[in-house]
């Protein structure tokens, strides 16, 4: 699956992943009123305006970006009508073309491991049928319960063409509090140790460009700790969150690609799928022309990105 | 909320919670049967039998036990549906009185973390009405991304009674690789810098029992660790996994509670609800006596745990 994202990234000159992460103060009133009259003032309601909302956006985007991304917990706060928001946000944009990477952040011991592995990644069996429950490209998960705990979503991976994005080093500004405590008499920061095994993981998962199907979250708003990585790593693929909203720019988040210029995806979210709230956009965008603003931004990014590869 | 786990566990005069982690091969047939016949075999029919095992186990064991403590995971691999078993679940065990651990290793950054705060500890607002989601008593999260991403639930815990069981040091057989890694020049684990961290973090969240509304998730597994960790925390309540089938004994698990008796709850899954499949029962119970024989290994535990007490 790294594969057909560089290639996709390559294709487009766009490494910009679209953070669908939908929030109801987001949502143009005329897409709100449409799902409340429809559904009431539910959660079922809220779902169907993200719905109608992501459709929109990557309607007016699929053919810029490569990948969407995605945040679980944006529906999950809308209890199981949220959930089925977010599997058919999944199903829609995959029709669309576009790689899928669940921001997931899910993990457990194994026998539960392999439970988000078959529900995210893979197949449940009911009495004899196959279903495929929520049908991301990638997920992102947690490494504190360490390799047993990664383990589980390698048969996906190997079989269903599937990948993973560990987290190493997250975008919060406290990140550091646990990521950057230093190991051992060298002094080496848990995130690296974090990296490094990660690494091991992929080395069976390496596809043409020499990156594994095991990826790594690397925030942004560290650049140090992401050019770093980077050198540590070059055979990790890095999901860069940070971007835009959260303060992370295009110079502080260059050192996560490599001499070729990739090696590395970008999120952003607020800034693309709210765009036409940001006063950058607003004078030019009404919010019926929410989607075409999410457009223009896609743009925007994508040039600032470039400028700096 | 830990006042009130510590009163029901004092009151019953058993530390046990029930894993509510159904999976199909667990199911009697004549309850998948019912269920596949109303909904297909469907995630609907995944869902709707798991909710009814759930119901009889909860009617047939509630007078015994403080808590259950389903894991979101197994429902979450049936899409929607599932994650509507997983609600449905909750507020039957509300309904009866029990506390609900909502077995989640949720987190992320600051700005999502309160999105799973809203949805599973808190409400949601929808023009203007106000929604509980989800419903738990407690969540489990996980610590990696630091004190930012634990601050977004403290709300919901000071103002709706609620609590926290955060990642310490897990059951699995491999949760060293990343929790035993040693800090620094004085090598401590990682797993006690994290378990200070919820001490700090639950100094204000101190009940009458001196134990903190933030709990630490210690697995039985490791009794030595276990030992040391209630010794260096005497603050912080844990939520002990790995009694029973993952191979943790009565004895393993000591050590986790104080001179009094009281500082943990143990979690057993497989070894409760699927009691009736176990040859230790299935003499003595049919599959469609299943609750019973989940009652008869509450029982069971409950006397081995006070065996050692």
Same mark, same amino acid.
């Given at each position: 699956?790294?594969?057909?994202?560089?290639?996709?990234?390559?294709?487009?000159?766009?490494?910009?992943?679209? #953070?669908?992460?939908?929030?109801?103060?987001?949502?143009?009133?005329?897409?709100?009123?449409?799902?409340?009259?429809?559904?009431?003032?539910?959660?079922?309601?809220?779902?169907?305006?993200?719905?109608?909302? =992501?459709? @929109?956006?990557?309607?007016?985007?699929?053919?810029?970006?490569?990948?969407?991304?995605?945040?679980?917990?944006?529906?999950?706060?809308?209890?199981? $009508?949220?959930?089925?928001?977010?599997?058919?946000?999944?199903?829609?944009?995959?029709?669309?073309? +576009?790689?899928?990477?669940?921001?997931?952040?899910?993990?457990?011991? $194994?026998?539960?491991?392999?439970?988000?592995?078959?529900?995210?990644?893979?197949?449940?069996?009911?009495?004899? @049928?196959?279903?495929?429950?929520?049908?991301?490209? !990638?997920?992102?998960?947690?490494?504190? +319960?360490?390799?047993?705990?990664? @383990?589980?979503? !390698?048969?996906?991976?190997?079989?269903?063409?599937?990948?993973?994005?560990? +987290?190493?080093?997250?975008? =919060?500004?406290?990140?550091? @509090?646990?990521?950057?405590?230093?190991?051992?008499?060298?002094?080496?920061?848990?995130?690296?140790?974090?990296?490094?095994?990660?690494?091991?993981?992929?080395?069976?998962?390496?596809?043409?460009?020499?990156?594994?199907?095991? /990826?790594?979250?690397?925030?942004?708003?560290?650049?140090?700790? /992401?050019?770093?990585?980077?050198?540590?790593?070059?055979?990790? !693929?890095?999901?860069?969150?940070?971007? #835009?909203?959260?303060? #992370?720019?295009?110079?502080?988040?260059?050192?996560?690609?490599?001499?070729? /210029?990739?090696? $590395?995806?970008?999120? &952003?979210?607020?800034?693309?799928?709210?765009?036409?709230?940001?006063?950058?956009?607003?004078?030019?965008?009404?919010?019926?022309?929410?989607?075409?603003? &999410?457009?223009?931004?896609?743009?925007?990014?994508?040039?600032?990105? =470039?400028?700096?590869?």
């Amino acid at each position: 699956m790294i594969d057909k994202l560089i290639e996709q990234i390559q294709k487009l000159q766009n490494p910009t992943v679209v #953070g669908l992460d939908p929030r109801l103060s987001m949502i143009p009133e005329h897409i709100k009123e449409k799902a409340f009259e429809e559904h009431g003032k539910t959660l079922a309601g809220a779902a169907a305006a993200f719905l109608a909302f =992501n459709q @929109e956006i990557i309607d007016a985007t699929y053919d810029l970006i490569p990948a969407v991304k995605p945040q679980v917990a944006m529906y999950e706060m809308y209890g199981a $009508a949220g959930m089925q928001a977010f599997i058919d946000t999944v199903a829609y944009a995959k029709k669309k073309g +576009l790689i899928v990477i669940g921001d997931v952040k899910r993990n457990d011991i $194994a026998s539960t491991a392999q439970a988000y592995s078959d529900g995210h990644l893979g197949e449940v069996e009911i009495e004899g @049928e196959l279903i495929e429950p929520f049908g991301e490209d !990638f997920i992102t998960v947690n490494p504190y +319960l360490g390799t047993e705990s990664i @383990e589980p979503y !390698f048969e996906h991976m190997k079989n269903r063409d599937k990948g993973l994005f560990v +987290l190493v080093k997250t975008s =919060n500004a406290g990140s550091g @509090e646990i990521q950057d405590l230093p190991m051992g008499s060298e002094g080496h920061p848990l995130y690296e140790t974090v990296g490094q095994l990660i690494d091991k993981w992929g080395a069976a998962f390496r596809g043409s460009y020499g990156f594994s199907d095991i /990826g790594a979250v690397v925030g942004a708003t560290h650049p140090e700790q /992401g050019a770093r990585l980077r050198q540590l790593l070059p055979h990790v !693929f890095f999901l860069v969150p940070g971007y #835009g909203a959260q303060g #992370g720019t295009a110079e502080d988040l260059a050192g996560c690609f490599n001499r070729e /210029g990739i090696g $590395a995806i970008v999120n &952003s979210s607020r800034g693309i799928i709210a765009a036409y709230q940001n006063k950058k956009y607003s004078h030019q965008f009404k919010p019926d022309e929410f989607a075409q603003a &999410s457009r223009q931004a896609v743009l925007d990014m994508k040039a600032d990105l =470039n400028r700096v590869l």
